[in-house]
């Protein structure tokens, strides 16, 4: 993981995006079937690359909480978000294992509607403790869980 907090700026440029990621990651996203006002939490954010089309789908009403664990990630999404002028996105700094505290923190009035994770699961060692934090979303609510990975 610390090589991605190394590549937050050329990230987008370096990471094969187009040739492998953007079907999967768009197939992925139209599946999630997100509504407009709904809640959505893009786990593992990085450069932002997952943000306009959940912003779309929510729409204005709606939000996006984007977590990830690397600043400069963080800061490349921040940018994105600065460009296209969301006002309903929100970046965390967090690690995934750590889900639900940080929601906890955001008191997010309505609960989480979805849960999205592109290409990261399998950069953690452990990926039980992200598990265990849907299954506790989910407990009292019907919710979304968008995966896209590799292996």
């Keep these: 993981m610390w090589r991605y907090s190394l590549l937050g700026r050329a990230y987008d440029a ?3 995006e187009r040739p492998l990621y ?3 990651r768009a197939e992925l996203l139209g599946r999630l079937d997100l509504r407009p006002g709904w809640t959505v939490v893009d786990l593992g954010c990085g450069t932002g690359l997952n ?3 959940l912003v779309e789908q929510v729409g204005p009403a709606g939000r996006v909480i ?5 600043a ?4 490349a999404a921040r940018r994105r978000v600065r460009r296209a002028g969301w006002r309903s996105v929100r970046l965390v ?7 639900l ?3 906890d923190g955001l008191r997010l009035p309505g609960g989480v509607d979805a849960v999205v994770a592109t290409f990261v699961l399998s950069l953690l060692d452990d990926d039980a403790p992200v598990w ?5 979303l989910a407990r009292d609510r019907p919710l979304r869980v968008g995966l896209a990975d590799l292996g």
């Design 14 to 16: 370096i990471s094969l």
């Design 22 to 24: 953007r079907r999967p």
């Design 51 to 53: 943000l306009p089309g």
């Design 66 to 70: 984007g977590v990830d664990a690397s």
């Design 72 to 75: 400069s990630m963080l800061a």
């Design 93 to 99: 700094p967090g690690d995934a294992a750590d889900l």
């Design 101 to 103: 505290p940080l929601l």
């Design 132 to 136: 265990r934090a849907v299954d506790e």
